[in-house]
Structures are given as structure tokens and as C-alpha cells.
């Protein structure tokens, strides 16, 4: 993975210079309250219900032992014990006092880590697909260009003050692992009929209130250009991008009322200006940035099947909870952070130290945050898989449940956070007690729901194959349920089935939701393409043919 | 009252009046609107004294282009803590329309966007009182930068980190 030089050491300790001079300028009363507010946003904290919210960046999701480690440490030292894994790759903790926030930002540094441009309207954390460099149908690994564009938008002076946030997502497969249609831009590399690797740009994705999927810009980008053609887009949006209403200031509008070909008419006219000045990347970067991110010393093994002859709960784990490795004999394994019961996302600090041991043991010392909110150990000897488990089971970090119903994407709702109508993980709570059969679960098969307790969408509900959507209706919490929204190469957005439901009957839609896939379902048949095979019309009807029970 | 600001890392008194601030002083230094110098150019070319401009977030620095050459400075506005496009503005007229000028951040100017208004070639700052006298340390925030830029000669990484690979 990426280390830092001593120049990138230098800036975050320098960051953490100056936001320790801000915020004590703000305690002693020097900077307002909205002053201080616009730049503690540009550091990831937030002021929530209950305490501050500090955001850290994990650069696409990537983190080393030591790292953890070091989360693990602030956890226990500043904050209740546990963190919340977010959708974006990152660590929220929601307990941190203000003024020690220095503090965990010093921490922080001394482990190559930061909470630079977290929240903000700025270019936030740049996110990727979890099973980079080792899944098998990749083109090429990512990270070496997640890192190149990391540096580039880590304090660009022109665009720290955006209309509005700015999300960047980077894949190098054809299957699209890290929801990069549903960003700000998504980067896909990709070749040209010579064979020459290139970038696919597309661009006005995003969710919140007005869900859109992202349009290509550019088919085919000379690698060399990566960074000036971002560059040209970032200018037009902080040109041109509203600023006169918070809900229409992201890119995605911009790029609607343009036209995506107005819009990519006047990018590409400001990347004439930009094309060939000190951005262009050469080919010495380069390899220089890949061979940061260069295969792990793997052992010549044979690929072997550990679940053979083994007990149930093994292979079902096995089944769901690991995936294929492009290296014969190694399996990436999901360290599941969606055990029934606890919020989707957290890890508390035992379970962070114990994750950190585990990697250094199987894994070469390097976990990633998958955008599901789960952990991967990416590099797993297969015949090491069975003890693997057998540890990560007694920690409860082995729910068999990865890509299945109880796999929930969730923000951290009204419990936590300040935006938020209605409460999330209370709702994930009652779901996975109204689906506790396994045997249910693992035959509906490849299903995933994603909730988000406002508008933000924050838990990406619209792109939910079954999303529910928070909303106060007269100071209650009430929901709203899509179905056929899909997140992946194929993005889609769900469709409102009808009028929202109260929380005590969220559990049972989603029943009579699946039990219409259930009867109705081809061999083979996923919920998703079931339900874009019949639209919502059967659904919709079963749901609201009764009254649905609490 | 004099106005007191920050340009090239000093502290100096405003030689520059914007039009409002200069009725009795003829052979002031003027910084006009954009919409003053559009009305009648002719007649403040005629004036004789050194002119400048203001460029408010929704101007386009191409269309000033034409007129560049007439200004030995250029405001580009800050009316609140959230506007960023003059720090575009200001990278378009150094870098692209090679504007050597003085070019001036005014508005909401703080000690903390300082850094970042130099590095897009800002090197003058109407800031507070409050903010003037510690300021300066603010271009000293960090002694290096990721990207290329019009900067305060500071090494970027983009190059750097290839030389000491």
C-alpha cells in the first residue's frame, strides 16, 4: 500500500498544526461559531445530537494493521469504544470531545492518516472497488490512480470551496463494485482498441434528494490526462455549479440542466487550457505509484475447497463470507460487521485490535473497508480459512450473511446524527429479528437492502434493490419503500411502491415483498431482475392488498 | 479612513481608491466595477490614472480578456464564506491570461483561506483589522503542496516526488 514520504508527513502534521490553532481560536472566542463551522467541515467534524462527529478518511478504503490499531487506541481513549464504518470507506466516531480533537488528529498523523476533506463542499475521500488488485476480472488495479488523484485533490487551493460536496469513485473492473455511477465522477480505467489503458469518465451521478445516474463524458481518456481532465470538470462545476440553493449545488444538477453534451462541450473546452501544463502524469509516476501497490509475497499453493466434510456453519460462512482471489490457494475473506443486534457498520475497539491481529496473521497485514460497511482480510491462504473462522466467530465478526438480506447498508440515523427524520438502526434491528431463518435468507439469494434515515441518502437507498427511506410525518418516523434500485455496472433507482409505512411495519412489507420474488421468480432469478421483469404492479398489490400488521 | 492591507507579505497602506471612496481625489488609482468600466471606457482611459476592476463571482474572466491590458489590478470578490469561484477566476487570469498584476481578494477574506488565495496567485488581501497583524503566517500553513500551481514558490509533489524517487 502507499506509504508516506516525507513530504506527505509533513502536510498532515502541518494540518494538524493549523486546525489546533483554529479550534483554539474558536474556544477562546477569536472565531464565530459559523466561521469556525467553515473550517472544522473542511476537517471532517461535525456538531451532532449528542457530540461532535469526527469523519476520517480511509483513502479508498485501504488500511494497514497499525492503522486500525490506531483507531482501536482513539476509540477506547476518545470515544465510546467504537467506531461506524461508513458507505464512503470511512471511520466515524460519535463521541469525541471538540476540544480533543487535535488531539486524535495528532494520532491520527502519526499513522499516515487524517481527517482531510471528510466533510465540506470540497473533494472528498476518494473511494474504489474493495477487491482491487485481486479480483480476477480486473484490467488493471486502481489504487495506484486512487493515490494519484488523493494527492491532487488533497488541498487544492481551487477547489476547497465547491458549490457543493464532491465525491470521486475509481474501478478497474467491469463489474462495479464501489457505486461509482451514483458519484459526483466515477473514473473507470479502461482500453482503447490499441490496448492502451485509459479512463472512462462519467460524470453527474449521485443520490440525495434528487437520485440521478451518471452520464459518460469522455469514452476513452489517455492515461497520461487523468489529472487535468478532472481538473477541467472540477473548474466548470465550481464556475458554473449553483450556489444559490444548497439542494441544487451538486454536480449531478448542473450537468442536467446542461446536457451532458453542453457539458462535456465546455469541460473539454477547459481542458485545452489545462491538457498539457504541469498535470499531465507521466509514465515515471506512474510506475512509481504502482509499485507501491505491487502483489504480496504469495506462496505457490493449490486452489483447495476448505469446506469439504466440514460443518455447516463453516460452509455456509465459506459460502457467503469469502470470495474468489485471482492467486490459486488464496480467498479474500468479508469480516461481516452486520451481526443482528448491532448497528451495520460498527466494530468496536477489542474487535478493531483483534481484526489488526488477524491481518497480520493471514492477510499481510492490510485490511480494507469494503462500501457495503463490512471489513476484508483480501489475501487469506485457503487451507488457513477454517482457523480464520473459527476466531472471527467467537468475536462475532462471522454473521454468514455477506451479499444476503441481513448484509444492510445503514446510516447512522436519528440516534446520531443531526439531519436525520427517522432512525436507522432501530430498523435494521427489526429486520433482522423478523429474518432470523437462514435457510430463508440464503434462498432469496443475492438481495441487498440499503436504508438511510433522511433525504442525504447517505445509505444509498435509492440504488437499495430494496431501499427504505426515513421521513417524519408529523413528528413520527415513518418510511418509504423502493425496490429495484441497483448500484453496481447495471445502476438503476428504485421506485416507490406506494405510501410510506410506520416503523413497526417496515418488517413485514419487506416480507410481502419477498414473498411476491418467492412465487414469481424464475430459476435463477435474483429479486432485482424479477422485479425489473414484473415492475412494481404485483409487488405493490401484495404489499397494500391487507393491513399491514405491526 | 486608510485602508490598511496585506499585498506581497506586507503591510501597507492602500494606494487604490474604489470609486465611491475617491470623488476629490482626481488622480487616485481607480478600482472600478465592471459594469462602471463597461459604460464608458473611453472616459476613464482618459482619466489618465492607473485603473483596476472588480470581478464579482458570476463574471467570466474571458470576457474581461479583451480589456486586460487596461488594468494594473483586478478584485475578485468574496461575498461569504462559502464562494470559491474567485479562486478559479484567479487561476484563469494567472495562468492562462498571464495577468501580472495586482490581483486582490476582497470581501470575506480571513487568515485561513489565505493560503489557498495566494496559491491561485492572489497576492493581495483586503482582510480585518482583527486578522491583519497575524495574517502573514498563514502563507507558511504548510511548506509544500501537492499540485502545481501559481504559488508561493513552493516545491509540488506532482514533479518532487518523481525527482527523489
Not at chain 1, 480533537?101 to 487524517?114: F, G, N, S, W
Not at chain 1, 475521500?125 to 486502481?142: F, K, Q, R, V, W
Not at chain 1, 481551487?158 to 478497474?172: H, M, N, S
Not at chain 1, 411495519?505 to 412489507?509: N, S
Given at each position: 500500500?502507499?506509504?508516506?514520504?516525507?513530504?506527505?508527513?509533513?502536510?498532515?502534521?502541518?494540518?494538524?498544526?493549523?486546525?489546533?490553532?483554529?479550534?483554539?481560536?474558536?474556544?477562546?472566542?477569536?472565531?464565530s461559531?459559523d466561521?469556525?463551522?467553515?473550517?472544522?467541515?473542511?476537517?471532517g467534524?461535525?456538531?451532532?445530537?449528542h457530540?461532535?462527529?469526527?469523519?476520517?478518511?480511509?483513502p479508498?478504503?485501504?488500511?494497514?494493521?497499525?492503522?486500525?490499531?490506531a483507531?482501536?487506541?482513539i476509540?477506547?481513549?476518545?470515544?465510546?469504544?467504537?467506531?461506524?464504518?461508513?458507505?464512503?470507506?470511512n471511520?466515524?466516531?460519535?463521541?469525541?470531545?471538540?476540544?480533543q480533537?487535535?488531539?486524535?488528529?495528532?494520532?491520527?498523523?502519526?499513522?499516515?492518516?487524517?481527517a482531510?476533506?471528510?466533510?465540506?463542499?470540497c473533494?472528498?475521500?476518494?473511494?474504489?472497488?474493495?477487491?482491487?488488485?485481486?479480483?480476477?476480472?480486473?484490467?488493471?488495479?486502481?489504487?495506484?490512480?486512487?493515490?494519484?488523484?488523493?494527492?491532487?485533490?488533497?488541498?487544492?487551493p481551487?477547489?476547497?470551496?465547491?458549490?457543493?460536496?464532491?465525491?470521486?469513485?475509481?474501478?478497474?473492473a467491469?463489474?462495479?463494485?464501489?457505486a461509482?455511477?451514483?458519484?459526483?465522477?466515477?473514473v473507470?480505467?479502461?482500453?482503447?482498441?490499441?490496448g492502451?489503458?485509459?479512463?472512462?469518465?462519467?460524470?453527474?451521478?449521485?443520490?440525495?434528494?434528487?437520485?440521478?445516474?451518471?452520464?459518460?463524458?469522455?469514452?476513452?481518456?489517455p492515461?497520461?490526462?487523468?489529472?487535468s481532465?478532472?481538473?477541467?470538470?472540477?473548474?466548470?462545476?465550481?464556475l458554473?455549479?449553483?450556489?444559490d440553493?444548497?439542494?441544487?449545488?451538486?454536480?449531478?444538477?448542473?450537468v442536467?440542466?446542461?446536457?451532458?453534451?453542453?457539458?462535456?462541450?465546455?469541460?473539454e473546452?477547459?481542458?485545452?487550457?489545462?491538457?498539457?501544463?504541469?498535470?499531465?502524469?507521466?509514465?515515471?509516476?506512474?510506475e512509481?505509484?504502482?509499485?507501491?501497490?505491487?502483489?504480496?509475497?504469495?506462496?505457490?499453493?493449490?486452489?483447495?475447497?476448505?469446506?469439504?466434510?466440514?460443518?455447516?456453519?463453516?460452509?455456509?460462512?465459506?459460502?457467503?463470507?469469502?470470495?474468489?482471489?485471482?492467486?490459486?490457494?488464496?480467498?479474500?475473506v468479508?469480516?461481516?460487521?452486520?451481526?443482528?443486534?448491532v448497528?451495520p457498520?460498527?466494530?468496536?475497539?477489542?474487535?478493531?485490535?483483534?481484526?489488526?491481529?488477524?491481518?497480520?496473521?493471514?492477510?499481510?497485514?492490510?485490511?480494507?473497508?469494503?462500501?457495503?460497511?463490512?471489513?476484508?482480510l483480501?489475501?487469506?491462504?485457503?487451507?488457513?480459512?477454517?482457523?480464520?473462522?473459527?476466531?472471527?466467530?467467537?468475536?462475532?465478526?462471522?454473521?454468514?450473511n455477506?451479499?444476503?438480506?441481513?448484509?444492510?447498508?445503514?446510516?447512522?440515523?436519528?440516534?446520531?446524527?443531526?439531519?436525520?427524520?427517522?432512525?436507522s438502526?432501530d430498523?435494521?434491528?427489526?429486520?433482522?429479528?423478523?429474518?432470523?431463518?437462514?435457510?430463508?435468507?440464503?434462498?432469496?439469494?443475492?438481495?441487498?437492502?440499503?436504508?438511510?434515515?433522511?433525504?442525504?441518502?447517505?445509505?444509498?437507498?435509492?440504488?437499495?434493490?430494496?431501499?427504505?427511506?426515513g421521513?417524519?410525518?408529523?413528528?413520527?418516523?415513518?418510511?418509504?419503500?423502493t425496490i429495484?434500485?441497483?448500484?453496481?455496472?447495471?445502476?438503476?433507482?428504485?421506485?416507490?411502491?406506494?405510501?410510506?409505512?410506520?416503523k413497526d411495519?417496515?418488517?413485514?412489507?419487506i416480507?410481502r415483498?419477498?414473498?411476491?420474488?418467492?412465487?414469481?421468480?424464475g430459476?435463477?432469478?435474483?429479486?432485482?431482475?424479477?422485479?425489473?421483469?414484473?415492475?412494481?404492479k404485483?409487488?405493490?398489490?401484495?404489499?397494500y392488498a391487507a393491513?399491514?400488521?405491526? | 479612513?486608510?485602508?490598511?492591507?496585506?499585498?506581497?507579505?506586507q503591510?501597507v497602506?492602500?494606494?487604490?481608491?474604489?470609486?465611491?471612496?475617491?470623488?476629490?481625489e482626481?488622480?487616485?488609482a481607480?478600482?472600478?466595477?465592471?459594469?462602471?468600466?463597461?459604460?464608458?471606457?473611453?472616459t476613464?482611459?482618459a482619466?489618465?490614472?492607473?485603473?483596476g476592476?472588480?470581478?464579482?463571482?458570476?463574471?467570466?474572466?474571458?470576457?474581461?480578456?479583451p480589456?486586460?491590458?487596461?488594468?494594473?489590478?483586478?478584485?475578485?470578490q468574496?461575498?461569504?464564506?462559502?464562494?470559491?469561484?474567485g479562486?478559479?477566476?484567479?487561476?484563469?487570469?494567472?495562468?492562462?491570461?498571464?495577468?501580472?498584476?495586482?490581483?486582490?481578494?476582497?470581501?470575506?477574506?480571513?487568515r485561513?483561506?489565505?493560503?489557498?488565495?495566494?496559491?491561485?496567485?492572489?497576492?493581495?488581501?483586503?482582510?480585518?483589522?482583527?486578522?491583519?497583524?497575524?495574517?502573514?503566517?498563514?502563507?507558511?500553513?504548510?511548506?509544500?503542496a501537492y499540485?502545481?500551481?501559481?504559488?508561493?514558490?513552493?516545491?509540488?509533489?506532482?514533479?518532487?516526488?518523481?525527482?527523489?524517487a
Open positions: 500500500m502507499y506509504r508516506y514520504d516525507i513530504t506527505d508527513k509533513t502536510l498532515v502534521r502541518q494540518r494538524v498544526a493549523q486546525f489546533r490553532d483554529q479550534t483554539q481560536r474558536y474556544l477562546k472566542g477569536a472565531l461559531e466561521e469556525f463551522r467553515h473550517l472544522r467541515l473542511r476537517n467534524l461535525y456538531i451532532q445530537r457530540a461532535p462527529m469526527l469523519r476520517i478518511a480511509i479508498y478504503g485501504l488500511l494497514a494493521a497499525t492503522q486500525l490499531r483507531l482501536a487506541k476509540a477506547r481513549t476518545y470515544d465510546h469504544g467504537y467506531g461506524h464504518f461508513t458507505t464512503r470507506q471511520l466515524q466516531f460519535n463521541w469525541p470531545k471538540l476540544e480533537v487535535p488531539d486524535i488528529l495528532a494520532e491520527l498523523a502519526e499513522v499516515e492518516m487524517h482531510i476533506q471528510t466533510s465540506g463542499n473533494i472528498r475521500n476518494i473511494t474504489s472497488d474493495h477487491l482491487a488488485g485481486i479480483t480476477p476480472d480486473e484490467l488493471e488495479d486502481p489504487r495506484p490512480w486512487c493515490e494519484i488523484i488523493r494527492q491532487w485533490s488533497t488541498f487544492h481551487e477547489f476547497t470551496y465547491l458549490p457543493r460536496k464532491f465525491k470521486i469513485a475509481v474501478t478497474g467491469p463489474q462495479d463494485r464501489a461509482s455511477l451514483v458519484h459526483d465522477v466515477g473507470h480505467i479502461v482500453r482503447d482498441s490499441n492502451e489503458l485509459g479512463f472512462e469518465i462519467m460524470a453527474g451521478g449521485g443520490l440525495g434528494r434528487t437520485p440521478i445516474i451518471g452520464q459518460v463524458v469522455r469514452s476513452f481518456l492515461r497520461e490526462h487523468l489529472l481532465y478532472l481538473e477541467a470538470i472540477l473548474r466548470v462545476y465550481n458554473e455549479g449553483r450556489r440553493n444548497l439542494q441544487k449545488a451538486r454536480i449531478k444538477i448542473l442536467r440542466s446542461l446536457g451532458i453534451a453542453e457539458f462535456t462541450r465546455r469541460v473546452a477547459e481542458w485545452q487550457t489545462l491538457r498539457d501544463t504541469g498535470l499531465r502524469v507521466d509514465d515515471a509516476q506512474i512509481r505509484m504502482r509499485g507501491f501497490f505491487q502483489p504480496p509475497a504469495y506462496l505457490s499453493l493449490p486452489n483447495l475447497t476448505p469446506d469439504a466434510g466440514k460443518e455447516a456453519a463453516f460452509r455456509a460462512w465459506y459460502r457467503y463470507n469469502t470470495t474468489a482471489h485471482k492467486v490459486p490457494g488464496y480467498r479474500a468479508f469480516v461481516s460487521l452486520k451481526k443482528p443486534g448497528a457498520g460498527d466494530a468496536t475497539d477489542a474487535q478493531l485490535d483483534l481484526i489488526a491481529d488477524l491481518s497480520d496473521r493471514y492477510s499481510f497485514g492490510e485490511v480494507r473497508v469494503t462500501h457495503t460497511q463490512n471489513l476484508l483480501a489475501d487469506v491462504e485457503q487451507r488457513k480459512t477454517y482457523e480464520l473462522w473459527r476466531t472471527l466467530d467467537s468475536a462475532g465478526l462471522a454473521t454468514p455477506i451479499g444476503t438480506l441481513t448484509d444492510m447498508i445503514c446510516c447512522p440515523g436519528l440516534d446520531f446524527c443531526s439531519l436525520a427524520n427517522a432512525g438502526i430498523v435494521a434491528k427489526l429486520i433482522n429479528e423478523r429474518f432470523d431463518d437462514y435457510d430463508y435468507i440464503y434462498d432469496l439469494g443475492d438481495i441487498d437492502i440499503k436504508m438511510s434515515g433522511c433525504m442525504n441518502a447517505c445509505g444509498h437507498h435509492h440504488v437499495g434493490n430494496i431501499g427504505i427511506l421521513v417524519d410525518k408529523g413528528g413520527e418516523e415513518w418510511y418509504q419503500i429495484g434500485g441497483a448500484a453496481g455496472a447495471d445502476a438503476s433507482l428504485g421506485t416507490v411502491i406506494g405510501p410510506s409505512v410506520r411495519q417496515v418488517a413485514e412489507t416480507e415483498l419477498l414473498e411476491v420474488y418467492v412465487e414469481q421468480r430459476a435463477e432469478e435474483r429479486f432485482l431482475d424479477c422485479v425489473r421483469r414484473l415492475g412494481i404485483p409487488f405493490k398489490e401484495r404489499v393491513p399491514i400488521a405491526a | 479612513m486608510q485602508r490598511r492591507l496585506l499585498r506581497d507579505g503591510i497602506i492602500d494606494d487604490w481608491r474604489y470609486v465611491a471612496e475617491a470623488a476629490d482626481a488622480s487616485a481607480l478600482i472600478l466595477s465592471l459594469e462602471q468600466w463597461r459604460l464608458e471606457p473611453d476613464w482611459l482619466r489618465g490614472s492607473r485603473l476592476v472588480v470581478l464579482s463571482p458570476a463574471d467570466r474572466v474571458e470576457q474581461l480578456a480589456d486586460l491590458r487596461h488594468f494594473a489590478l483586478i478584485a475578485a468574496f461575498p461569504g464564506p462559502s464562494e470559491g469561484r479562486y478559479t477566476q484567479a487561476r484563469q487570469l494567472r495562468d492562462h491570461w498571464n495577468f501580472k498584476g495586482e490581483l486582490r481578494a476582497m470581501g470575506y477574506v480571513r485561513d483561506q489565505l493560503f489557498f488565495m495566494a496559491r491561485c496567485g492572489f497576492n493581495s488581501f483586503e482582510l480585518s483589522e482583527t486578522d491583519i497583524e497575524d495574517a502573514h503566517s498563514a502563507f507558511s500553513t504548510f511548506t509544500a499540485q502545481p500551481s501559481n504559488d508561493l514558490g513552493l516545491p509540488h509533489k506532482l514533479r518532487t516526488a518523481v525527482a527523489t
